[in-house]
């Protein structure tokens, strides 16, 4: 069954620092998504990305965020100056079509700033 | 916003007796998903309700859609320990580029004592 790849597994990181976040997608699919996880938490929004732009954001999704395909493969998501709020587990998501599919998560990244 | 609510937050069953977590929709949903993540896990796509009183089993598993497509429940029968985990509903939000995001529910974690 395909699989969406992320790495690192576990990241950590001084706060301050920049993190770069990867997703390999399911070749097919067209829709992208960045969900976060605070430990023992709902799975939280921020951040839709379809035909090579942003479709919408959270608030949790600032400034210091940002997500681009560089390669046509590669979905990355880039936190500019991690703080310790930012520790969370990151979760990239896709799916073939806009709606009626499910989603298919990686195993995801789990951040933790220091 | 729209929100999606789920109780109860926890559960804990003895190994056999059956286990239903509600979801509550702030708003009418086209349609609704459901997914489980294991500890340690990510979130995996269960099953869609689409219609109006949809009835779906998978197995054990009973997934219902309320007649005014407000809310969900899941039913398991008989549970084991491998049903342990959180169980999340979603519900879709429609986007301005007309695509969409899922926003999850709270979640129910479920702990199966054998």
């Known amino acids: 069954e395909p699989e969406v790849t992320q790495t690192p597994s576990h990241q950590v990181t001084q706060m301050g620092q920049e993190v770069i976040l990867r997703c390999v997608p399911i070749?097919?699919?067209?829709?992208f998504y960045w969900y976060r996880q605070i430990l023992g938490q709902k799975v939280e929004f921020l951040v839709s990305?379809?035909?090579?732009?942003?479709?919408?954001k959270s608030e949790i999704f600032d400034d210091q965020f940002s997500v681009e395909r560089p390669d046509g493969s590669n979905f990355t998501l880039k936190i500019r100056s991690t703080k310790l709020e930012d520790s969370a587990m990151y979760f990239c998501a896709t799916t073939g079509q806009a709606v009626n599919y499910g989603y298919t998560f990686g195993s995801g990244t789990r951040l933790t700033v220091v | 916003g729209q929100q999606v609510m789920q109780i109860p937050q926890y559960q804990h069953v003895q190994e056999g007796e059956d286990f239903t977590t509600y979801c509550n929709s702030s708003t009418t949903l086209s349609n609704i998903q459901w997914y489980k993540q294991r500890p340690g896990g990510h979130p995996v796509f269960l099953i869609q309700?689409?219609?109006?009183?949809e009835v779906k089993k998978q197995k054990r598993l009973t997934f219902q859609f309320g007649e005014a497509k407000k809310n969900s429940s899941l039913h398991i029968t008989a549970t084991q320990t491998t049903d342990v985990g959180t169980y999340f509903c979603?519900?879709?939000?429609?986007?301005?580029?007309?695509?969409?995001?899922?926003?999850f529910g709270t979640g129910t974690r479920l702990k199966v004592l054998a």
């Open positions: 990305f379809y035909n090579n732009e942003i479709s919408e």
């Open positions: 070749s097919n699919h067209l829709y």
């Open positions: 309700l689409v219609k109006s009183g």
């Open positions: 979603a519900g879709p939000a429609v986007l301005f580029s007309g695509t969409y995001k899922y926003i």
